[in-house]
Nanobody, 119 residues
């Protein structure tokens, strides 16, 4: 399984970006997807997830601003990020895995894509 993340870049505060995560390989049972981020000096945190039942979950810091989605036909997941803030600056990682009792279990990880928000 390979995950290819893209869409990061430099944006001014208040702007938007859309991250993409294209998956390839044997994706049987890999029905959950998540976006994580890691800022300098901070632990990696789960930003948004979408489980195999279609339920989404967001970190409090991004609720109302970020939206996770996927296009099953394209094996691609997205993270639409609106009203970006400087504190959203981080390397963003996508991950996929199975869903267990409603909870995503992240098994495969993509390379990160840098998001930088200037003030």
């Amino acid at each position: 399984v390979q995950l290819q993340a893209s869409g990061g870049g430099l944006v001014q505060a208040g702007g938007s970006l859309r991250l993409s995560c294209a998956a390839s390989g044997s994706l049987v049972d890999m029905d959950a997807v998540g976006w994580h981020r890691e800022a300098p000096g901070k632990q990696r945190e789960l930003v948004a997830s979408l489980n195999g039942e279609g339920s989404t979950s967001y970190a409090d810091s991004v609720k109302g601003r970020f939206t996770i989605s996927r296009d099953a036909a394209k094996n691609t997941a997205y993270l639409q990020m609106n009203r970006l803030r400087p504190e959203d600056t981080a390397v963003y990682y996508c991950a996929i895995g199975p869903t267990s009792r409603g909870t995503p279990i992240f098994v495969y990880w993509g390379q990160g894509t840098q998001v930088t928000v200037s003030s």
